[in-house]
């Protein structure tokens, strides 16, 4: 089988001093695969993004992209990955055009198809027009599409990028993501660490990396359904002490504070709908709106680790 623009990771661990920040962790993606990693902060993401692109050795286990390991082969390994560190830095004083210069100096790319992937590389980003800027002055969303620019020099086959839109205003998240369309379109493996959901939903899989462990994978449909039971999205007058109230409710497993509204997962929604109201309308308490909502991932994955954080306790 062709391994080209595969990841792989077995039993793949990494320990620091005091923390374990990767246990275990197994992998297989495919070649061209859009692969999300989520997962609250501390959880282990840029540990394994760092391990997969070959910048750190694990402390055991072993990870292989394009059939070669990464901890290993690092010549290899530079020719087939892109890596856009969660903190990756630009060279302020140097122009954008500068920038990728100095990445196609580093990787070596010379003679004639240096200047064409240079133009097609600020093109696909999207920033012709400002290659004589200087890159310190560029917004939020211009230097992270210069930072994948750069990353990009060497037409890798596969892409890590670690959080990179975070901070980013939507719109700016928006075109980094048609982007990433374009590059998916080409064939490029990519694995992305995100905090935004909306992001996560647009990956073929996702893993949900909590406490150095991928503790759900599948796609974004597939995670969404397990959550158990049902989602009511709830206004009130008084969110804090509806909060408390419905909690109380028979057959209501959790409630949430969600923005200006109350999440409320219920076994039954139909059934516990009416018992919610009366329970708030006895505690005079205002209802503006009661009505069944959809999970998203961002639920499913509290959801998961509230779960997951229970078996452990049951386990301890
Ligand atoms: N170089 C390091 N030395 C010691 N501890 C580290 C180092 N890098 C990360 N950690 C710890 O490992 C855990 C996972 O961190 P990290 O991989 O950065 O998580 P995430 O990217 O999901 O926020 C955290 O507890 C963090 O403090
Ligand atoms: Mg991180």
Redesign the pocket.
Known sequence: MDTTGRIQAEKLTKR??K?E?VRGVDLDIAPGEIYGLI?P???????TIRMLAGVMKPTSGVARVSGFDTARAAEQLRAQVGYMAQRFSLYGDLSVRENIEFYADIFGVRGPERAQRIQRLLHFARLEEFQSRDAGVLSGGMKKKLGLACALIHRPKVLFLDEPTNGVDPLSRREFWDILSDLHIEGVTIFISTAYMDEAERCARVGL?YRGEIIRQGSPGELRQLVKGELLAIVTDDLPASESIIAKVDGVSKVQVYGDRLHVFADDAKLRAPEIERALNAAGIRIKQIRPAAPRLQEAFISLVSLQGKSQKDEG
């Open positions: 620091f001093r923390v920040a997962g902060d501390g959880a282990g993401k840029t540990t990396m």
